[in-house]
């Protein structure tokens, strides 16, 4: 069963949200959990002036997926940053090049879920999961989002990102908030419960 983290980040704070998704699916007996990165569509100079570049070397090493890449997936589990409430061009780069798979139904019946950050607190996390969601849906993927038992999101004891849409992470207006634990054992739980039940999907 193959479990596929695919995630773009700029600044790390996803990509380490990433890592924590899939540490929680590779726990499912007989996940075979695989990180990629999706491809940076803004020029190296723009980086530059937008300080991200050294962000960015820390999972360099990563492969950058493909449309192949999801269509041999049994899970999906999608990492991408808020903008302005949607999902970054780059992630939508990817998926508006899945025609082929949608002809195909290449994705029919594939568990989808969706993680997500944002600079503040209300920045629009829930919309960018929900908004990701219909593409998904158009493909025909099972959604997957993070439920209750995961009682970790209903914290008020700390500033803390989760909802039962998925797992996600408050960057700070200046992105030097990384992940804390509590939004990490979320995104451990969302990796777990998506592998689960792709697991259960699989037969």
């Known amino acids: ?61 990563l492969p950058v997926a493909t449309v192949d890449d999801l269509a041999t997936a049994d899970a999906i589990i999608f990492g991408t940053p808020t903008r302005f409430g949607n999902m970054t061009a780059q992630m939508r780069a990817l ?47 099972v959604i997957v989002g993070m439920p209750y038992s995961e009682a970790r999101q209903m914290t008020v004891a700390e500033i803390s990102g989760g909802s039962p849409y998925g797992a996600s992470t408050i960057a700070g207006h200046d992105g030097s908030r990384m992940p804390s634990e509590n939004e990490l054992a979320m995104a451990r739980f969302q990796g777990r419960h998506v592998a689960g039940i792709a697991k259960k999907l699989a037969g």
Do not use: C
């Open 95 to 141: 998926l508006d090049a899945t025609g082929g798979l949608w002809m195909k139904g290449s994705l029919i019946g594939k568990a989808g879920s969706v993680f997500t950050s944002s600079a503040t607190q209300h920045g629009g996390q829930e919309s960018t999961i929900l908004s990701f969601h219909i593409t998904l849906l158009h493909h025909g993927m």
């Open 1 to 61: 069963m193959k479990v596929h983290v695919v995630f773009y980040s700029m600044y790390g704070h996803i990509w380490k949200m990433a890592e924590a998704v899939a540490e929680g699916a590779r726990e499912v007996n007989g996940a075979q959990v695989k990180l990629f990165q999706v491809e940076e569509t803004l020029p190296e100079e723009v980086l530059k002036k937008m300080n991200a570049l050294e962000a960015r070397k820390k999972f360099a090493h």
